[in-house]
């Protein structure tokens, strides 16, 4: 029995590995998705004064405003800018990509 799970779980390990490039991490995914392009380096570089400072603010928050932003239910004229791409990121990248911000500098 014991033999037959390892089996089955070194089979499954070997056909995700296999399906695509591994699952980028926070940092990679904040490129990737292009958030640098507007919240700059580590999420503290915004290229406009009106686009907010985000790096080393609570994990919870961020994905919170992520979410609002995705969804719509935080909605103005900056938002929208931002929501255009939200719809191109999964709810477990926004959660990696939280939870590296939270680590940043602020
Ligand atoms: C096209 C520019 C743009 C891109 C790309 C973008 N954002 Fe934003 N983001 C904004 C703007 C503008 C706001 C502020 C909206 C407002 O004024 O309500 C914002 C708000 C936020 C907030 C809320 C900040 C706060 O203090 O409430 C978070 C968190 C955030 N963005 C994360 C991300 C992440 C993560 C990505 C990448 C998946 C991303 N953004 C991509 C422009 C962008």
Request: aromatic share 4%; charged share 15%; net charge neutral.
């Amino acid at each position: 029995m014991r033999i037959t799970i390892s089996v089955i779980a070194f089979a499954v390990l070997v056909v995700s590995s296999a399906s695509g490039p591994a699952l980028a991490d926070g940092a990679g995914l904040y490129v990737e998705k292009s958030c640098i392009a507007c919240h700059g380096a580590n999420g503290n570089k915004p290229v406009m004064d009106a686009y907010p400072r985000i790096g080393g603010q609570s994990e919870m928050y961020i994905l919170a405003q992520m979410t609002d932003i995705k969804t719509g239910a935080r909605s103005n004229s900056h938002s929208l800018a931002m929501k255009n791409i939200m719809g191109n990121v999964s709810d477990s990248e926004m959660a990696e990509i939280a939870g590296w911000l939270s680590k940043q500098a602020q």
